[in-house]
């Protein structure tokens, strides 16, 4: 019998959420993806001592001092996360750059390729890492031209069509559009509840799917922050689908056929008009879409505040 899950893997690649390196064991997804608040969690977990113990040795040496560079540990611990994280999958890991240098695209350039040559220090190929960027305007242009360099990025948190189309634009190998999030947003605006049919969300990443078909455009969509199994299953057919281990357990736990809702052929006779995505053209978009503007903002916040809280805990065992 067939799970909901390998259903699923059928018309989309399946990506694991989370750093944990036991449940990527357990799940063997195809990519898996790491952002500050789940190497935050993962850090505080007995079984990943040694790559934290390793991360604070290795600052500690580079400085000579107790505490060491901070940001440098961070980088560190992130990279050991990744490298174990390329052993169990046979795809791509996500490296996240520091929330803080959303609005700055010379520091973001220059933080992914440290990132990069830390990966090829510990013998991990700069083809088996996506670089995660917020998308901002800045984080557009940083793509830009780290992709020119050969680093693939993944540009995320997208809650926008003119985010989607202007990372696009820029040859990003691979966008996140956060489902949930959107819908988190327009349930508390609204008050409602919605069918996976009318799930804003759902829909977003629907149009945003069928105008990177129509319109030629090779990234990657991948769509990411599910709030249940019923928004995955309602993007079937989507390039990735990446899942929390609650939302992977629970599809591998139920049979059944997942019928694909999203197909690459049908998405290409749709006559789609290009999108604007001038930078002045992109900040007003951004500008009239409350929830996107909201939740662009928020995100940032919450990513840096993990951050912060991570620092504070490697800086607590220097």
Not at 35 to 59: F, I, T
Not at 184 to 196: E, L, R, V
Not at 236 to 260: H, K, M
């Amino acid at each position: 019998m067939t799970t909901r899950l390998q259903s699923l893997a059928q018309s989309s690649t399946i990506v694991a959420d989370t750093g944990e390196i036991g449940l990527i064991e357990k799940f063997r997804p195809r990519d898996c993806t790491t952002n500050p608040s789940l190497l935050l969690k993962a850090a505080q977990l007995e079984d990943y001592q040694a790559l934290v113990a390793d991360a604070v040795a290795w600052g500690r040496g580079r400085t000579g001092s107790r505490d060491g560079d901070i940001d440098a540990v961070l980088d560190r611990l992130a990279v050991n996360f990744g490298r174990e994280l390329t052993r169990l999958v046979p795809g791509h890991v996500s490296t996240e750059v520091d929330a803080a240098l959303s609005f700055d695209a010379g520091a973001t350039i220059e933080k992914a390729h440290r990132l990069i040559d830390m990966y090829a220090e510990q013998g991990v190929t700069a083809d088996r890492i996506l670089i995660k960027v917020a998308s901002t305007w800045e984080g557009v242009q940083a793509a830009r031209e780290l992709q020119r360099s050969g680093i693939n990025c993944n540009m995320t948190l997208i809650f926008s069509k003119a985010q989607a189309v202007a990372c696009a634009e820029a040859g990003a190998y691979l966008i996140s559009p956060f489902v949930g999030r959107i819908t988190d947003w327009y349930k508390a605006s609204t008050g409602k509840d919605y069918t996976p049919e009318e799930d804003p969300g759902v829909r977003s990443v629907q149009e945003i799917y069928t105008y990177f078909k129509a319109r030629g455009h090779e990234t990657v969509v991948m769509a990411a922050s599910f709030r249940t199994a019923a928004q995955v299953e309602a993007l079937a057919g989507c390039d990735r689908l990446t899942i929390s281990p609650q939302l992977l357990e629970e599809l591998s736990s139920r049979d059944g056929e997942v019928r694909r809702r999203l197909d690459p052929e049908q998405a290409r006779q749709q006559d789609v008009r290009p999108m604007d995505v001038s930078e002045r053209a992109f900040r007003w978009a951004l500008n009239e879409d409350a929830m996107a503007t909201e939740k662009l903002a928020e995100g940032i916040r919450r990513f840096h505040a993990d951050a912060v809280k991570l620092r504070q805990y490697l800086a607590a065992l220097a």
